[in-house]
């Protein structure tokens, strides 16, 4: 059957690295196996939008989850989400199975398994040199805003997805 009735939900750069920060873009074929097994079992993807590249563009800076901690910013997430919150219901609703919701480790807004803090805010100037800035980043086991936010919108409309960063993939889907 062509209609497999099995959907995964992406982020959006697992399909398009061109949106990631510089200089992190890998070359395309770290994610050809996961595609490619989706694909060949007539998985659908849904791709969420990039969060950082809608509101920050592509000549953005790196950023850490704790800059993202604003109204605005959740907003906007927020509105980003619906339309894919809509599909999700509706998709369930109709008997469909959706495998899982794959994120980016360590990424302030996609990471499942952990994202990145730091107390940084300001002009680069304010400190004493980029290893001072550097070293004020921590991995902490907790989701990306992008991810925390998808979670708590689905919560609302009671459901509940499994979520996994990439580096989980081979678990789950083979
Ligand atoms: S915000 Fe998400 S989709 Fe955009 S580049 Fe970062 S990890 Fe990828």
Known sequence: MNRAKKIVIVSHCILNQNCVVKPYAKNGEYFLEFVKSLLTQNIG???????????????RWGHVKDQFEYPGFLEASKNMLY?????????????????GVYGIAGSPSCGVNKTCRANWEGEA???????????????VKEKGI?????????????????FYD???WSEQID
């Open 45 to 59: 993807i849904i791709q969420l939008p990039c969060p950082e590249m809608t509101l920050l563009g592509l000549k």
């Open 83 to 99: 339309p894919i919150l809509n599909m999700v219901q509706d998709y369930l609703k109709n008997g469909y199975e959706i495998k």
């Open 125 to 139: 100037s304010c400190y004493e040199n980029l290893d001072d800035i550097l070293n004020r980043v921590k991995l």
């Open 146 to 162: 992008f991810m925390e936010i998808f979670e708590k919108l689905l919560e609302e409309r009671n459901i509940v997805l499994k």
């Open 166 to 168: 990439i580096d989980d």
